[in-house]
């Protein structure tokens, strides 16, 4: 491996370790800690079961890293740990510890309200039943298709990063698949019509 790969791994494995800087600091709310509360969305995390607001769609195997696991909405939880903008937690059915940091969009939100959109007092899936088969697979699968209301979009890829789409109420969302990826979700009447995968924005 040449020394250039070597410094662009060394740069994304302490940009992993910065992600979870936000757990230094004043917790923004302590009584979140030893709660049990839902996830609301499908949440995926890097190798090292860290995730933050960029909410990236997967990390380029072509870098030296893959995609981690994957958390579905609804996962109950139980929060370990609050840090000033981060909250680490343990699902119920397992001792793996999981870290979401909040960095991107604190100029749009606080903490405190991009938690409350994360972490739920109620399962988000329960309203979500009936939907049509093709629709609840690409949900469990994590996928956007065409057709999805907002809500349902948001149960299967999760929230866009806030410092992209400041308000739910637009008619395109981002998403980003990679750093350098974005997805455009265009809604008409609350449903997907499109999505379209092309450059992130400068």
């Not at 020394?3 to 994304?12: D, E, H």
């Not at 119920?92 to 999981?98: A, G, M, Q």
Request: proline residues 7%; charged residues 20%.
């Amino acid at each position: 491996m040449n020394i250039c790969r070597w410094n662009l791994i060394a740069l994304l494995t302490l940009g992993l370790t910065w992600g979870c800087s936000g757990m230094r600091g004043q917790p923004f709310d302590p009584s979140l800690a030893g709660r049990e509360l839902y996830l609301c969305c499908n949440t995926g995390f890097n190798p090292q079961f860290v995730a933050s607001d960029s909410n990236y769609g997967r990390y380029r195997s072509e870098l030296g890293y893959s995609s981690g696991p994957m958390l579905a909405a609804g996962t109950r939880v139980r929060v370990t740990k609050v840090g000033g903008s981060a909250v680490a937690f343990q699902p119920l059915d397992s001792p793996t510890t999981y870290t979401i940091s909040f960095k991107y969009g604190r100029k749009q939100l606080s903490p405190n309200q991009y938690f409350q959109n994360i972490l739920r007092e109620k399962n988000p899936v329960d309203a979500i039943q009936n939907v049509p088969r093709a629709i609840a697979d690409a949900i469990h699968e994590g996928r956007l298709l065409e057709g999805m209301t907002k809500e349902q979009a948001l149960l299967a890829r999760g929230y866009p990063p806030a410092h992209r789409t400041p308000s739910l109420d637009a008619s395109e969302w981002i998403y980003f698949d990679t750093p350098g990826y974005v997805d455009r979700v265009v809604f008409v009447d609350g449903k997907i019509q499109s999505v379209s995968r092309g450059p992130a924005p400068e």
